[in-house]
């Protein structure tokens, strides 16, 4: 069987873990890397053994079936344009840009060349997300009456994501890195739905990202939504998904937990059976011409336009 290749434009923390992801597929292959951080790219390539790329042209020419997009929102755009011009299929990180202006420009760029789009969203091939999808079609949860995002955040930058732009309101912030990953998840499980009110708060330094944020929606079938998230607080880090039904009420805890209560009783931890296809199984799925569970760039920009609602 021919591997599915790769070639990956940033080798940040994010895109590392791309790397170990692509390394541990035995479909899967990187034929090459590029960072304008050369020092970092020079780390990357020696620990894992990976042929560099000293200028995007040469990444290009290694003619890989996927360029993994790993750098700054603002970057986004231009990189998918070059990247749709050559004729290769893109893989982006969230959120799909910097805004929905230059995310429809993606969407437009690709769609010209007839390229493939994928996004990572890591919740997407999780065992939770997946049980919890089950418990919801099933009505093992019985009617759904609310759903629910709680974001508690002490530290922003979180202490091991350290950037020039995490924490700036150009580009950083919690509604942008980390609100994505569940509204694509709300829409993935309950469709389109509709931001009615927010409030968000930001700090004197008008450089600096939101501190806070509240909103009410709900879905085109009638589901009531609440976000909720807040940073610089004296606890723990905790991000809770809910779902409340009439029978149970299933919790996604802390990105990997997964939680169901009933009526009386204490939630109790559920540790899924179930190992769902990988993102790069859906990647290589696609290059086989085989069905995928993949979100594409046009579902993207619909995150990117809630999280641009949010942010006013």
């Known amino acids: 069987m021919t591997k599915t290749t790769f070639a990956l434009i940033g080798t940040g923390v994010v895109g590392e873990r791309i790397i170990n992801q692509i390394l541990a597929h035995p479909n899967c292959d990187i034929v090459s890397i590029f960072d304008e951080n050369k020092t970092r790219l020079e780390e990357i390539s020696t620990k894992y053994e990976l042929p560099v790329a000293e200028t995007l042209e040469m990444l290009f020419l290694s003619k890989p079936n996927w ?21 290769l ?28 789009t994928a996004m990572h969203f890591p919740l997407m091939y999780s065992p939770v997300v997946h ?13 759904i009456v609310r759903i629910e995002l709680h974001t508690y955040l002490p530290n922003w930058p979180r202490k091991w994501q350290q950037n020039p732009w995490i924490g700036t309101r150009e580009q950083g912030g919690f509604i942008r890195e980390i609100f994505p990953h569940y509204l694509q998840l709300m829409y993935h499980l309950f469709g389109d739905f509709t931001i009615s009110s927010h409030v968000t708060t930001y700090p004197a330094n ?32 905790r991000l809770e998904f809910k779902v409340f039904g009439t029978k149970k009420v299933g919790t996604i805890r802390n990105w990997s937990e997964l939680w169901i209560s009933e009526t009386d009783q204490e939630a109790v931890q559920i540790s899924p059976e179930n190992q769902p296809a990988s993102l790069m199984d859906a990647c290589h799925g696609l290059i086989e011409e085989k069905g995928s569970l993949i979100v594409s760039f046009e579902e993207g920009l619909k995150v990117q336009e809630w999280i641009e609602q949010l942010l006013k």
């Open 67 to 87: 360029v993994y997009i790993g750098t700054p929102p603002i970057s986004h755009a231009p990189l998918a344009e070059q990247i749709a011009a050559q004729g």
């Open 131 to 143: 049980s919890l999808k089950n418990a919801v079609t099933t009505d093992s949860l019985g009617d």
């Open 89 to 116: 299929n893109i893989l982006a990180e969230k959120p799909l840009a910097h805004s929905a202006e230059d995310g429809i420009q993606m969407v437009k760029a690709a769609t010209e060349a007839n390229v493939q």
């Open 206 to 237: 008008e450089g600096l990202c939101e501190t806070g944020v509240t909103a009410l929606a709900e879905t085109d079938s009638g589901i009531p939504i609440v976000l909720n998230g807040l940073s610089g607080i004296g606890q723990e880090e």
